[in-house]
Structure formats: structure tokens, C-alpha cells
């Protein structure tokens, strides 16, 4: 079974600067997606950034990247420029066969 | 604008009374997700349709029902709730294939489920 792990718990960083949330994941797979998906205080889920397991090139949106490393199953999504609204809850969450599968997730809070 | 409705947003309901939680899409979605998240967690997946074809995880409890009666709406019913029942219930859709490997998921904002 895929096991997806996220060893930050909460995180604290001062508005502008940047921040990189971990995640690491276990899967036997070849064929798979990456995804982090952010939930704002009281506000649905959406999805920030996502990444196919086949291509070399670390996926971008906007001030949102990622740092794949596919041999050590690593998967960490860098915030550039933190902005107050990127207050939220971050889940790192895999996407195989079967399901999607989320870390435990990652609280971060830009203060001003 | 589109988008994927849950209602009630809080719901409160006894221990042992039945409760339904609803959900309705705009997106035209084939897959429909039913997730539990309680605090701090990170959501779990109960079920998911895909269409009409009604996939249960292995580990749901049998207290955990769904209906999904036409392609906009999903029901999660439980018939007789506990305690440990109280949770925020997702309910998410995507394009594709059930199981949402590739498509992005479009998350609800959820119904907060309190039980007496």
C-alpha cells in the first residue's frame, strides 16, 4: 500500500519570505501523480500544484514549485514571496491505481 | 460558477440516529468521493462512484451507506451513528477514471457532523 508521510507538522514563516513543505511517499508504482492540495481555515479544499511521476521537469504555478526526486520518492512544494492567504492546511497526496492517498498534512501560518 | 455543494454545512444529530449528508456537483463530473477528515487528520477515503458503480474501501464501516441517484446528486447515510462518527465529511468529484489517479479533485467545502 502507498504510504504518504509529511514531517512537518506545523510550520511559521514571516510574509514574503519563502517556505518548502516535505513529503515523502512509498509506492511500488511507475505510473503516478503527485499532488498538493491546500485548505484555507474554514474553506474547501483546492488543489495547488500537481506533477506526473514520468516527466523530469518540476511542475510551476506561479509563485508554487516543486522539487520531485522520483528515485528518493520525495515530493516538496516551495511557496515563494508568502503571502497571508497562503495560510492553510497542505496536504501532499498520492495518486496510483488505486485512490489518492494524503499525508498527515502540514499547518503553515504566514504571519505579517 | 461551478462547483460542488454540501449541505447542511453543520449538522448535529443524536447517538444512533440515523443522518443523511448531501452533496450536488455542477461540473458534470462522472466520479463522486466521500471522504471523512477529523481534526488535524488528513481526509480518508469512504467511497466513490464512478457513474453508477458503487466502490466501498475495504475498511468503511457497514454504518456508512451511499446512494448516488442521478449524476448531480450523492447521499452519505449513516444509519446509526457514534461518537467516533464526528468528523468534517468530504465530497469531491473528478473527470475521470474512479480513483482520481490523474484528475484533479474538486473538493466541497464539507458538513461538520456533531453527534450527542
Known amino acids: 500500500a502507498q504510504t504518504v508521510t509529511q514531517s512537518q507538522p506545523e510550520m511559521s514563516v514571516q510574509e514574503a519570505e519563502t517556505v518548502t513543505l516535505s513529503c515523502t511517499y512509498d509506492?511500488?508504482?511507475?505510473?503516478?501523480?503527485l499532488f498538493w492540495y491546500k485548505q484555507p481555515p474554514s474553506r474547501q479544499m483546492i488543489l495547488v500544484i500537481r506533477?506526473?511521476?514520468?516527466?523530469?521537469q518540476n511542475a510551476t504555478e506561479n509563485r508554487f514549485s516543486v522539487n520531485f526526486q522520483k528515485a528518493a520518492k520525495s515530493f516538496s512544494l516551495k511557496i515563494s514571496d508568502s503571502q497571508l492567504g497562503d495560510t492553510a492546511m497542505y496536504f501532499c497526496a498520492f495518486g496510483g491505481a488505486q485512490k489518492l492517498v494524503f499525508g498527515q498534512g502540514t499547518r503553515l501560518t504566514i504571519n505579517p | 460558477d461551478a462547483m460542488v455543494i454540501q449541505n447542511p454545512r453543520y449538522q448535529v444529530t443524536q447517538f444512533g440516529k440515523p443522518v443523511t449528508l448531501s452533496c450536488s456537483q455542477t461540473l458534470n463530473h462522472n466520479v463522486m468521493y466521500w471522504y471523512q477528515q477529523k481534526s488535524s487528520q488528513a481526509p480518508k477515503l469512504l467511497f466513490h462512484y464512478y457513474d453508477k458503480d458503487f466502490n466501498n474501501e475495504a475498511d468503511t464501516p457497514d454504518n456508512f451507506q451511499s446512494r448516488r441517484p442521478n449524476t448531480s446528486f450523492c447521499f452519505l447515510d449513516i444509519r446509526s451513528p457514534g461518537l467516533g462518527d464526528a468528523a468534517m465529511y468530504l465530497c469531491?468529484?473528478?473527470?475521470?477514471?474512479?480513483?482520481?489517479?490523474?484528475?484533479?479533485?474538486?473538493f466541497g467545502p464539507g458538513t461538520r457532523l456533531t453527534v450527542t
Open positions: 506533477q506526473e511521476a514520468y516527466k523530469q
Open positions: 469531491a468529484t473528478s473527470r475521470g477514471r474512479g480513483g482520481g489517479i490523474t484528475d484533479e479533485q474538486y
Open positions: 509506492t511500488s508504482e511507475s505510473n503516478y501523480y
